[in-house]
């Protein structure tokens, strides 16, 4: 099987309301699709969510990355053999883990629709049968937070990713508001976005949550701080989680090594895609630490992507994929049971991408033959 054509399209996802996050507020989500046809006339799709403030990639960067970089070394390759085609990608550009993710997502749906299998019986087997959905909260008044949550209980969510980072004082009292509101029998995840800076923000902040009973507090200190976050994590019982802080192996050995998160948010575009994504997996497994697949609000293509990497493996523990809920207009099927998410048998991704949904969503496009 070879590589025949490369479709790309730069698209922007419609969300029902505005997604906000401490260092960005967002109405609508770029994101560039993948279309990878073969001489077997097996058609795989992959997608890349830019994050500039977490990858240094951008949504045109992304495009012109596949368009003029990447795209044309991989025509005539075998989407089969993914550690080449992996290794193709990392000798003719360094980073852009997004872009590359697209790619590698692409292969493995073209890979299952080939052995007639869905992605996690190619890369482990089903472990999970179910992951609970955990809705995310976007940063706003603390009485707005509190009765959007109360609103998702009565849909059937019992777990909350609350997002800070904008500052302290306020973000506590957002905490502190969604706990009165819900209740002490649900899961409340704080997500800071690096919004705290340092350990010591951090710490005041933690001595004020301790008795609101938080599963685990997310990022808190700046990305590349690994030594800030293993100092916390020393003084606090409370469970830490590293995201922006963890893009590949070289900072996953770190955290080991430096004991610095008691939990790891793996994200396919911060790692390159289901290939890296599983080796991170197993490199955590070795040390103890627990992961979670996470994404970057990305549409049914990338989200199913990450959720087969979840199902496969014991130490994923939870997910936040929830980015199809988010939109109102999508390009694939995904399917949620909210408040959970139970992966069909459908060869690759079993995702059915629509065809005219994805053309009116897109702002620019092109193809590499």
Excluded at 33 to 44: N, P, Q
Aim: aromatic share 6%.
């Amino acid at each position: 099987m070879k590589i025949t054509a490369i479709h790309l399209y730069a698209i922007r996802l419609p969300l029902h309301q505005p997604f906000i996050v401490s260092y960005h507020a967002y109405d609508d989500m770029p994101s560039v699709i993948v279309k990878l046809e073969t001489d077997e006339g097996i058609v795989g799709y992959g997608e890349a969510v830019a994050d500039e403030h977490v990858t240094g990639e951008t949504w045109e960067g992304i495009f012109s990355t596949i368009k003029h970089t990447l795209a044309p070394v991989l025509l005539g390759e075998n989407p089969m053999n993914i550690e080449k085609i992996h290794e193709k990608m990392n000798q003719t550009v360094y980073g852009n883990p997004s872009a590359k993710a697209a790619i590698d997502i692409a292969c493995f749906d073209v890979m299952g629709k080939k052995l007639n299998q869905p992605i996690y019986q190619l890369i482990g087997g089903r472990y999970h049968e179910e992951f609970p959905i955990t809705h995310v909260l976007s940063i706003a008044e603390p009485e707005e937070m509190a009765e959007e949550a109360a609103l998702m209980i009565k849909k059937g969510y019992q777990s909350f990713k609350m997002k800070v980072g904008t500052d302290v004082k306020k973000d506590v009292k957002r905490i502190q508001a969604v706990r009165e509101r819900v209740g002490n029998d649900v899961a409340i995840r704080v997500d800071v976005n690096q919004g705290w800076k340092n350990s010591a923000t951090t710490l005041r902040a933690l001595r004020s949550l301790r008795h609101l009973d938080i599963d685990w507090l997310e990022q808190p200190v700046v990305a590349d701080d690994i030594d800030a976050m293993a100092y916390i994590k020393s003084m606090t019982d409370i469970q830490l989680m590293i995201d922006e802080g963890l893009k590949g192996p070289r900072e996953m050995r770190q955290i080991i090594q430096k004991q610095a998160a008691d939990k790891v948010n793996i994200k396919l575009m911060k790692c390159g895609g289901i290939h890296p994504a599983v080796k991170l997996a197993h490199q955590a497994e070795m040390a103890g630490i627990e992961c979670q697949v996470g994404s970057m609000v990305e549409s049914s293509v990338a989200s199913a992507a990450g959720f087969h990497v979840a199902f496969s493996k014991k130490m994923i523990t939870s997910v936040e994929l929830t980015g199809p809920l988010k939109f109102s207009k999508d390009i694939g099927n995904l399917h949620y049971d909210v408040p959970f998410i139970r992966l069909t048998e459908k060869p690759g991704l079993g995702v059915d991408v629509d065809e005219e949904t994805l053309q009116h969503l897109t702002v620019f496009q092109h193809v590499v033959r």
